[in-house]
């Protein structure tokens, strides 16, 4: 795994990119880095939690889903002097079974105007599951309050979970 | 006060004890991948003994738990939908202001179990 905080710019410095291959017991490890690290750049608590949880789902369903064990994960602040946004993404390359699922639940998440209602019906459906919570997405929708995009280049998908700064966020 | 069940892992643990009218269950750590392995049984074993003890309400104290992912929430919404099902007592969830995530998961489970979830944060 490499840490690699870039350092052309204010936003550069504050990112964070990081290849790695985490089994499922690690991914804790990175979500606790993250929230460390940000804790010294954003000051922001509320926000640092939010970014946690993108994190944290993102990553555990690249271990759980990812053909090939690896996985990108960056942080992006951007925006320069424009409204500034937080990006949390991971980069995989999930089975196909996995892709299409990823695409659906991702355009039902994006339909919405209401994503605590929608949370709701998948606490329901959630209760009754017998294998997996089906709940990462939507949990980064609507408690994390990011949106949600999925980009496919080839096998290769990013999932992007995104938040404006807002200006007394400034670091 | 009489310990019913309790797990202990690297980055997790959790106890539930019986006091008074009620039980009082308290996780500490990260509930994750690794906790979940534990954590689904143990919540069904405390509505177990919640119906045998005739308990009023369970307090649940997680303001020393610094995460819960995905997964080991949806054990805890199981665990709602079955207490909500049998209605036999209440779920007080003992929350920490420090743990921002705190406030934004709870919120989502009053509105799943709204009649049967309540919440005290310090």
Same mark, same amino acid.
């Given at each position: 795994?490499?840490?690699?905080?870039?350092? *052309?710019?204010?936003?550069?410095a504050?990112?964070?990119?990081?290849?790695?291959?985490? @089994?499922?017991?690690?991914?804790?490890?990175?979500?606790?880095?993250? =929230?460390?690290?940000?804790?010294?750049?954003?000051?922001?608590?509320?926000?640092?939690?939010?970014?946690?949880?993108? %994190?944290? =789902?993102?990553?555990?369903?690249?271990?759980?889903?990812?053909?090939?064990?690896?996985?990108?994960?960056r942080?992006?602040?951007?925006?320069?002097?424009a409204?500034?946004?937080?990006?949390?993404?991971?980069?995989?390359?999930?089975?196909?079974a996995?892709?299409?699922?990823?695409?659906?639940?991702?355009?039902?998440?994006?339909?919405?105007?209401?994503?605590?209602?929608?949370?709701? %019906?998948?606490?329901?459906?959630?209760?009754?599951?017998?294998?997996?919570s089906?709940?990462?997405?939507?949990?980064?929708?609507a *408690?994390?309050?990011?949106?949600?995009?999925?980009?496919?280049?080839?096998?290769?998908?990013?999932?992007?979970?995104?938040?404006?700064?807002?200006?007394?966020?400034?670091? | 006060?009489?310990?019913?069940?309790?797990?202990?892992?690297?980055?997790?643990?959790?106890?539930?004890?019986h006091?008074?009218?009620?039980?009082?269950? =308290?996780?500490?750590?990260a509930a994750?991948?690794?906790?979940?392995?534990?954590?689904?049984?143990?919540?069904?074993?405390?509505?177990?003994?919640?119906?045998?003890?005739?308990?009023? =309400?369970?307090?649940?104290?997680?303001?020393?738990?610094?995460?819960?992912?995905?997964?080991?929430?949806?054990d805890?919404?199981?665990?709602?939908?079955?207490?909500?099902?049998?209605?036999?007592?209440?779920?007080?969830?003992?929350?920490?202001?420090?743990?921002?995530?705190?406030k934004?998961?709870?919120?989502?489970?009053?509105?799943?179990?709204?009649?049967?979830?309540?919440? @005290?944060?310090?």
């Open positions: 795994m490499t840490a690699v905080p870039k350092g *052309e710019s204010d936003c550069e504050q990112s964070v990119d990081l290849a790695c291959a985490p @089994e499922l017991d690690q991914v804790s490890s990175i979500r606790e880095f993250i =929230e460390s690290y940000y804790r010294l750049v954003l000051h922001d608590p509320d926000l640092i939690s939010r970014m946690a949880i993108a %994190a944290h =789902e993102l990553l555990e369903n690249a271990a759980k889903y990812s053909t090939t064990g690896g996985s990108r994960l942080i992006a602040i951007t925006g320069g002097t409204p500034r946004t937080v990006s949390v993404s991971v980069s995989n390359r999930p089975d196909p996995r892709l299409e699922e990823l695409k659906g639940t991702i355009s039902e998440l994006g339909r919405t105007d209401d994503a605590g209602e929608l949370y709701q %019906a998948y606490l329901e459906r959630a209760a009754r599951r017998e294998e997996g089906g709940l990462g997405l939507a949990r980064i929708r *408690e994390a309050e990011m949106s949600l995009v999925v980009e496919i280049d080839g096998n290769n998908v990013c999932v992007k979970a995104e938040t404006p700064l807002q200006p007394e966020e400034k670091p | 006060m009489t310990e019913l069940v309790s797990i202990s892992d690297a980055k997790f643990s959790a106890r539930a004890t006091v008074g009218a009620g039980i009082l269950l =308290e996780l500490t750590g994750d991948a690794t906790a979940k392995r534990n954590l689904a049984r143990m919540l069904g074993e405390i509505h177990e003994h919640a119906k045998a003890l005739g308990a009023e =309400e369970v307090r649940m104290d997680i303001r020393r738990l610094t995460f819960m992912n995905s997964s080991c929430f949806k805890v919404i199981t665990w709602l939908d079955r207490a909500r099902a049998d209605a036999r007592y209440r779920i007080t969830f003992l929350s920490s202001a420090t743990q921002h995530w705190q934004r998961s709870l919120h989502a489970l009053s509105c799943f179990a709204r009649d049967l979830v309540s919440i @005290e944060a310090s």
